[in-house]
């Protein structure tokens, strides 16, 4: 009760952020931009939750992204246990890579304040515990930096799909992002995890992107899907959709 309680508040919140973003931020079906996204045969591991963690439903909606864009390079920003690298090793192509990325495990600085300094303390396995020991993990690189510091420019235009959940103070936010867009390739996707929930900095970076700095065009490749998810499509997708294709 306890649990179903918690998920409960944290989609109320997540709802009025949603109402009050409306005109920047469209909520979309997935499936209006992924036509049959719902139909891929995808696999899922019943690996238990964690507070503040993807729910089912986000970590099928990624499996049936992964499946339906073919991904085969993807990069997750924050590993934590690796429940979710795992379901997306598990459904990406045999040649993908997932390279997942989070701090040491000893990690004394940073190169910008945490929003959760004592996030660590919560897990009960180490970093990617829940993949290591799996065939998978042959599909898993894992990179154990603080992401403000990482060159990315090996990744740049290579990258298919992003997700974005680790840090969620606004400096991280918006340093992962901005990394996150140089890495896409022509058909690549990203997606946030906990727009309208308990970390507002996830959303004030997307409503700011919008508003100012016109990094992301609003109402044309940003919607948040579902309540807890933003996600952002590049043209090739845009084009793909409008002409009726199954990418």
Not at 57 to 73: D, P, V
Not at 126 to 137: D, K, N, T, V, Y
Not at 214 to 228: E, N, V
Request: charged share 25%.
């Amino acid at each position: 009760m306890a649990r179903f309680l918690e998920n409960l508040f944290e989609y109320q919140r997540a709802e009025k952020v949603h109402s009050g973003n409306q005109g920047l931020i469209p909520t979309v079906d997935p499936e209006q931009l992924f036509p049959g996204l719902f139909h891929q045969n995808v696999s899922l591991l019943d690996l238990g939750s964690r507070p503040g963690g993807t729910t089912f439903f986000e970590t099928y909606l990624m499996a049936c992204l992964i499946k339906s864009l073919g991904a085969r390079t993807i990069f997750e920003f924050g590993t934590f246990e690796g429940r979710t690298t795992l379901q997306l090793a598990i459904n990406a192509p045999e040649d993908a890579t997932i390279y997942t990325l989070d701090l040491p495990e000893c990690s004394p600085t940073t190169r910008f304040d945490l929003a959760c300094p004592k996030e660590a303390s919560s897990r009960k396995l180490p970093i990617g515990g829940l993949f290591q020991q799996r065939a998978e993990s042959g599909k898993i690189m894992q990179l154990r930096l603080d992401s403000a510091n990482v060159d990315f420019e090996p990744f740049r235009g290579k990258v298919d799909f992003v997700f974005i959940d680790a840090d969620h103070g606004m400096s991280y936010v918006k340093s992962d992002s901005d990394n996150a867009f140089s890495m896409l390739s022509p058909q690549g996707v990203v997606l946030w995890h906990d727009y309208g929930g308990r970390w507002p900095d996830v959303a004030r970076y997307l409503r700011k992107g919008c508003r100012k700095e016109k990094t992301i065009s609003p109402r044309r490749d940003l919607f948040s899907c579902p309540r807890t998810l933003a996600l952002w499509v590049s043209d090739v997708v845009h084009k793909c959709c409008s002409d009726d294709e199954c990418l």
